[in-house]
């Protein structure tokens, strides 16, 4: 009777323990669901590459797994907050389909980035990269600064200061 009582104890802080992780991982999941993330293909990304508004746009083509990428990111969230009332930034993420959930949700919640997040989905690169920029490789981070007057694009990484000054030659 004692062995049983033991076992029977064992077993109900066994199955507690397993309940509490359950918990946690329902918890976890439904922390995750909270960001939304826009996917397009690239016939639908294409609105964000053209204007005819006055607004200047910043379009930053990057993925968590590029450290140069990563490493800009606050530049851009920099700009996006002090210019805000003259430039959109939008921060197009190139990152693989089956990292939403894991990486780039919990990126972007963790930065608390407040620029727009777009997902790009399109395998067919060949295709949609020279229609970004006919100059353009396919490397990033790269990023495309227009607005209805004129376009440039840089397949680079930029300092605040270099994007900074990039921007303003749009808001004169």
Same mark, same amino acid.
């Given at each position: 009777?004692?062995?049983?009582? &033991?076992?029977?104890?064992?077993? !109900?802080? *066994?199955?507690?323990?397993?309940?509490? +992780?359950?918990? =946690?991982?329902?918890? $976890?999941?439904?922390?995750?669901?909270?960001?939304?993330?826009?996917?397009?293909?690239?016939?639908?990304?294409?609105?964000?590459?053209?204007?005819?508004?006055?607004?200047?746009?910043?379009?930053?083509?990057?993925?968590?797994?590029?450290?140069?990428?990563?490493?800009?990111?606050?530049?851009?969230?920099?700009?996006?907050?002090?210019?805000?009332?003259?430039?959109?930034? &939008?921060?197009?993420?190139?990152? !693989?389909? *089956?990292?939403?959930?894991?990486?780039? +949700?919990?990126? =972007?919640?963790?930065? $608390?980035?407040?620029?727009?997040?777009?997902?790009?989905?399109?395998?067919?690169?060949?295709?949609?990269?020279?229609?970004?920029?006919?100059?353009?490789?396919?490397?990033?981070?790269?990023?495309?600064?227009?607005?209805?007057?004129?376009?440039?694009?840089?397949?680079?990484?930029?300092?605040?200061?270099?994007?900074?000054?990039?921007?303003?030659?749009?808001?004169?």
């Amino acid at each position: 009777m004692k062995y049983l009582c &033991i076992i029977g104890l064992m077993f !109900f802080f *066994s199955c507690k323990n397993v309940i509490e +992780k359950e918990q =946690i991982a329902e918890l $976890n999941e439904s922390q995750e669901v909270k960001i939304s993330l826009e996917v397009y293909d690239f016939d639908g990304l294409q609105k964000f590459l053209s204007t005819t508004d006055d607004k200047t746009y910043v379009v930053n083509f990057w993925a968590t797994w590029c450290a140069p990428c990563v490493k800009e990111l606050p530049y851009f969230e920099k700009l996006n907050k002090e210019y805000s009332k003259d430039v959109e930034v &939008i921060l197009v993420s190139l990152d !693989f389909p *089956s990292k939403y959930e894991t990486r780039l +949700k919990p990126y =972007i919640k963790n930065k $608390n980035l407040k620029s727009k997040v777009v997902a790009l989905n399109d395998v067919d690169s060949n295709t949609w990269i020279p229609k970004v920029d006919e100059s353009w490789t396919g490397a990033i981070p790269a990023t495309v600064i227009f607005n209805k007057n004129e376009r440039k694009f840089y397949e680079k990484s930029f300092n605040y200061n270099e994007l900074e000054t990039e921007v303003k030659q749009f808001l004169k």
